[in-house]
């Protein structure tokens, strides 16, 4: 189980709360969370969770981008656990707004393990981008049990869109 804390609350008044955008003069920067901190019971190992951490992102005029996340801290990770940041690529549906249609593989992705220390920025190109990107969390437990206290890290996800 994981439990979200976000430090900030970022808004410019659009329906996914947390989320800033801002137009630059070849694209586009969206600050998908602020810093926030994430905390996962992984007591058992083997235990995998995807959290969505935004909902569809317009990325239609986008030719080209950027996944950019930076790990702000982290403490108790256990060394086989892995935290996935991945962008996917999404098509929401009007006719059917229950269903999540999304391509089978990341458009990017990044990855942070315990040697990861805090301070660090990780980035990955986006490729195969489709109309609609959305950011999910993803934390792998591995084979070695996390500790009763629970695993923390504390992350920042921007996302940079360059159109044509």
Known sequence: MATRFSREAFGNGEAEAGRTEQELAMGRHVR???????VFDGRISG?????????AIP???WVSGMLLVRLHT??????SA???????SVLPSPDEPQTLFKSSTAVGSVSFTS????????QATLSGIGAFVRVVLK???GGTA???NGQSVSISVELVGRSA
């Open 32 to 38: 998908v969370i602020g810093e926030t901190d994430y």
């Open 47 to 55: 235990v995998d969770q995807v959290i969505p951490i935004s909902g």
């Open 59 to 61: 990325s239609r005029d």
């Open 74 to 79: 982290t403490a108790n990770m256990s060394t």
């Open 82 to 88: 892995t935290l996935t940041v991945e962008g996917q």
């Open 115 to 122: 040697s990861d220390t805090a301070g660090t920025f990780k």
């Open 139 to 141: 934390w792998a437990q």
């Open 146 to 148: 996390g500790g009763a």
